[in-house]
């Protein structure tokens, strides 16, 4: 790519069931499943003689205030 050559668009693709209708997710269901690709991430790339930041402590504390709410029905 040069300098010339323009940057392609970006946009934001959208969280999808498979086998499920096209409705927009919920920013609930969005929140849990952004909450579930963290959790995921940090399994995956923690290591435990690595000791978690103070910010981290904060962040997975929030995970489990998101994750400890009762879903919303309908």
């Given amino acids: 790519m040069t300098d010339t050559e323009a940057t392609p668009p970006t946009q934001e693709l959208p969280i999808e ?38 910010v981290d402590h904060e962040l997975y504390t929030a995970l489990e205030a998101i994750e400890a709410d009762p879903p919303a029905t309908g």
């Fill in 17 to 54: 069931a498979p086998g499920t209708p096209a409705a927009p997710p919920s920013p609930e269901h969005r929140y849990r499943a952004l909450a579930g690709a963290v959790r995921r991430h940090a399994v995956m790339s923690s290591h435990p003689a690595v000791p978690r930041r103070p």
